[in-house]
């Protein structure tokens, strides 16, 4: 179990990080490496490059995590075999539900009425 939860922390660093690299990168399109500078890697276009390369390798990892953390799921929730506690030996009773409900109690007295208010003056 301490596997499990040292790749979940593992996994919500990376997610953390595609978040923040995700962010950081213009909007003009070209993303995830399609294209090539002539500047290098220094630069605007160099950082670019950098940051492409980043969301790449950070999404790859996020989604082999991902399906690591799944498996061992899988593999923590197996169980063994079914077990039963139940007493097989008693009848259960059925309740008659069109039966009407059980009268009030003849003995108990209806409320009594409360005086009326005197008049005000």
């Known amino acids: 179990m301490s596997v499990f939860l040292f790749l979940t922390v593992i996994q919500a660093l990376v997610?953390?990080?595609l978040v923040g690299v995700v962010l950081?990168?213009?909007s003009e399109g070209g993303g995830l490496g399609i294209g090539s500078s002539p500047g290098g890697a220094?630069?605007?276009r160099g950082?670019?490059?950098f940051l492409s390369r980043s969301t790449k390798w950070l999404a790859i990892a996020f989604v082999t995590l991902s399906i690591i953390l799944a498996?061992?799921?899988v593999r923590e929730s197996r169980v063994?075999?079914?077990t039963s506690t139940l007493?097989?030996?008693v009848p259960a009773a059925a309740p008659d539900l069109l039966a009407d409900p059980a009268p009030a109690p003849s003995g108990a007295a209806a409320?009594?009425?409360a005086p009326a208010p005197a008049p005000a003056q």
């Open 111 to 113: 409320p009594a009425e």
């Open 80 to 82: 063994g075999g079914v």
């Open 15 to 17: 997610a953390a990080a």
């Open 42 to 44: 220094f630069g605007a």
């Open 71 to 73: 498996a061992l799921a």
């Open 87 to 89: 007493d097989r030996n």
């Open 47 to 49: 950082a670019a490059d």
């Open 24 to 26: 950081m990168q213009r």
